[in-house]
């Protein structure tokens, strides 16, 4: 069973940054993509970035710029730094991993962390 933990989370004032870490199980090199998705009190979980097995990366318009996705294949874990901090930026974040199992594609999800900037 994969297992996905994050951590980094937490409280800073807005123009801060923070760095999340999302710890896999197995080798991240196994799934086709992981990501980072948000979800703020009250509204649905949405795409902050992703990275595909081949490196690209991909990031919703609200943190380009801001925001950076990478990986470490010796650690198996994904980062998500994130500077520039807005209050807007404030929900529980998640990390995401994906593969093909068969003809189905499988998503992993950790449990959360939650990063809350003040204004």
């Known amino acids: 069973q994969v297992q996905l933990v994050e951590t980094g989370g937490g409280l800073v004032q807005a123009g801060g940054s923070l760095r999340l870490s999302c710890a896999a199980s197995t080798s991240i090199f196994s799934f086709n993509a992981m990501g980072w998705y948000r979800q703020a009190p009250g509204k649905q979980r949405d795409l902050v970035a992703t990275?595909?097995?081949?490196?690209?990366?991909n990031y919703v318009d609200s943190v380009k710029g801001r925001f950076t996705i990478s990986r470490d294949g010796a650690k198996n874990t994904v980062y998500l730094q994130m500077n520039s901090l807005k209050p807007e930026d404030t929900a529980v974040y998640y990390c995401?991993?994906?593969?093909?199992?068969?003809?189905?594609?499988?998503?992993?999800w950790g449990q959360g962390t939650q990063v809350t900037v003040s204004s």
């Open positions: 990275i595909t097995s081949g490196g690209s990366t």
């Open positions: 995401n991993a994906g593969q093909y199992y068969r003809r189905d594609y499988v998503d992993y």
